[in-house]
């Protein structure tokens, strides 16, 4: 009978490898998944809705559509939010569409506030 044992926990020498505990608080949500989420389901459904808005506003009939268009632009803005309202989601598209991350300070202390002066 052979051996059962996951190999892909191994590291190069042989020896077991645990998978990395999860802090308090963070996701099982990936990047990959919420690539996903937004391409499969958040961007999608806005297509939908405008579409749908588009097709009612265009109103061949002369009938009054102005309702029907408020409550799928409401709809449109409601997805909106709740895509923004998730922080996991909200980060990823930024970083998916190019929006500007939070500055991260870069600068390093001066070699003064290390503790030593460089001689000019």
Known sequence: MG??????ARNP???YTPPRVKEIGE???TDATLGSVY???????KDCI???AK????????KDNTDAVDVLTELNTKVERAALNQPILTAKTERMFGAAE??????????EERG???SS
């Open 3 to 8: 051996n059962n044992t996951d190999d892909s």
């Open 39 to 45: 391409s499969e389901i958040i961007s999608p459904v």
């Open 55 to 62: 097709a009612v506003s265009f109103n061949p009939g002369g």
């Open 116 to 118: 030593f002066k460089l």
């Open 50 to 52: 405008l579409t749908v």
């Open 27 to 29: 996701s099982d949500v």
């Open 13 to 15: 020498f042989g020896f």
């Open 102 to 111: 939070s500055e991260k300070s870069s600068e390093q202390p001066s070699h």
